[in-house]
């Protein structure tokens, strides 16, 4: 089972779908990424990812990655948004 169906079926939640391709931001606590193909830039304030569908791009304040395997990314820090930049 992949990390998002784990985590929202732990939380009881359904996953936000961003243009094709999942992310589940909790405000000011983390956000998860799914079908990261590679991390664009990456910053304490500001993460860009390329995904399937375009380049997101998380905001925030010490944002530290501390899960990125198999095309997860997991991003913990205060995270006030992502958005899709490309």
Excluded: H, T, W
Excluded at 41 to 58: N, T, W
Aim: charged fraction near 30%; proline fraction near 2%; include cysteine.
């Amino acid at each position: 089972m992949r990390l998002f169906e784990e985590i929202a079926e732990r939380l009881g939640l359904d996953e936000e779908i961003v243009s094709g391709d999942k992310v589940i931001l909790f405000p000011g606590r983390c956000v998860c990424f799914e079908n990261v193909k590679s991390v664009l830039s990456f910053s304490p304030s500001a993460v860009e990812v390329s995904v399937r569908c375009g380049v997101l791009r998380a905001e925030g304040e010490g944002i530290r990655a501390v899960q990125y395997c198999g095309g997860d990314l997991v991003l913990a820090g205060k995270i006030v948004k992502v958005e899709k930049i490309r």
